[in-house]
Nanobody
Framework: QVHLVESGGGSVQAGGSLRLSCAAS????????MGWFRQAPGKGREGVAS????????TYADSVKGRFSISHDTAKNTVYLQMNSLKPEDTAMYYC???????????????WGQGTQVTVSS
């Protein structure tokens, strides 16, 4: 069974940083591409970043390129999202997801965590 648990959200001022973590089961981590998505109030879910553990291929949304970085720790079966230079528009619920391709499209992901809230104040 696929089980994803996010952590690391919180409140921060604009310009600050946060690191989100997504812990997955060993089977999940070794089988699926991992992605981070976010959903702001009143908006649809937006793909932020995705990674494949083999070779470390990544892709990012244009809105976060140069500010966010996705990485993984094989020993811990954990995927991270380092978020720097945060802006108020980054405020959203952030979700970890597992899917079958390197993608920022929600339709390519089958399994989702419960989410962790990120709030950026100006």
């Amino acid at each position: 069974q696929v089980h994803l648990v996010e952590s690391g959200g919180g409140s921060v001022q604009a310009g600050g940083s946060l690191r989100l973590s997504c812990a997955a089961s060993a089977v999940t981590y070794s089988t699926y591409y991992m992605g981070w998505f976010r959903q702001a109030p009143g908006k649809g879910r937006e793909g932020v970043a995705s990674i494949w553990r083999i070779g470390g291929s990544t892709t990012y949304a244009d809105s976060v390129k140069g500010r966010f970085s996705i990485s993984h720790d094989t020993a811990k079966n954990t995927v991270y999202l380092q978020m720097n230079s945060l802006k108020p528009e980054d405020t959203a619920m952030y979700y970890c997801a597992a899917g079958r391709r390197l993608s920022l499209f929600e339709k390519d992901y089958s399994y989702w965590g419960q989410g962790t809230q990120v709030t950026v104040s100006s």
